[in-house]
T-cell receptor, first 117, second 114 residues
Framework: KAGVTQTPRYLIKTRGQQVTLSCSPISGHRSVSWYQQTPGQGLQFLFEYFSETQRNKGNFPGRFSGRQFSNSRSEMNVSTLELGDSALYLC????????????????FGSGTRLTVV | AQKVTQAQTEISVVEKEDVTLDCVYETRDTTYYLFWYKQPPSGELVFLIRRNSFDEQNEISGRYSWNFQKSTSSFNFTITASQVVDSAVYFCALDDASGSRLTFGEGTQLTVNP
């Protein structure tokens, strides 16, 4: 079965611009979460969506936003890009059946490498 | 607050040596899950193992083994007879009670030399 697909793989943007990244989860997975990976801060949680609702949010400024569509595909948007936003953005897909009957793991995509110049 | 510490930033071994990657975690949750992921140069995080807080049974999978000790809040990972293909960054991660966010350690860069 197809894995988690993130597009584009690489992106170069200029400071002040905005960017939208896309993530298509594994078929049947309803939870999508996003992580930012930088050499200085490591892997940090951005937010998580389940059935089009944001359930959890990390400690990032409001310039970082996301959404999830009815087909579970998710997008994240970063507005007014800063040099420090240069990072590998990873998306993870999860099959979530509820706390008591959780049968889950997180499957990650290959990421989008964003460079802000 | 959740915290995961991987004190070893880099480890370098010669092929066929055994190597152990350390992971120590902090959480106030009584139910939690721990994970190990491998990140090769391609960037994708590859799932290795999941362990829940109620299952302290150690696990062996081929050359990989995991030692979970709740008493010391540790979840260590051992590769037996390491191979060059094992070279990667390894991350330990903790899932909180909501089951929707992972807290990662800093990662350990493992280099296996021929």
């Amino acid at each position: 079965k197809a894995g988690v697909t993130q597009t584009p793989r690489y992106l170069i943007k200029t400071r002040g611009q905005q960017v939208t990244l896309s993530c298509s989860p594994i078929s049947g997975h309803r939870s999508v979460s996003w992580y930012q990976q930088t050499p200085g801060q490591g892997l940090q949680f951005l937010f998580e969506y389940f059935s089009e609702t944001q359930r959890n949010k990390g400690n990032f400024p409001g310039r970082f936003s996301g959404r999830q569509f009815s087909n579970s595909r998710s997008e994240m948007n970063v507005s007014t890009l800063e040099l420090g936003d240069s990072a590998l953005y990873l998306c993870a897909s999860s099959l979530y059946l509820g706390q008591a009957t959780k049968n889950y793991g997180y499957t990650f995509g290959s990421g989008t490498r964003l460079t802000v110049v | 607050a959740q915290k995961v510490t991987q004190a070893q930033t880099e480890i370098s071994v010669v092929e066929k040596e055994d190597v152990t990657l350390d992971c120590v975690y902090e959480t106030r949750d009584t139910t939690y899950y721990l994970f190990w992921y491998k990140q090769p140069p391609s960037g994708e995080l590859v799932f290795l193992i999941r362990r829940n807080s109620f299952d302290e049974q150690n696990e062996i999978s081929g050359r990989y083994s995991w030692n979970f000790q709740k008493s010391t809040s540790s979840f260590n990972f051992t590769i037996t007879a390491s191979q060059v293909v094992d070279s990667a960054v390894y991350f330990c991660a903790l899932d909180d009670a909501s089951g929707s966010r992972l807290t990662f350690g800093e990662g350990t860069q493992l280099t296996v030399n021929p």
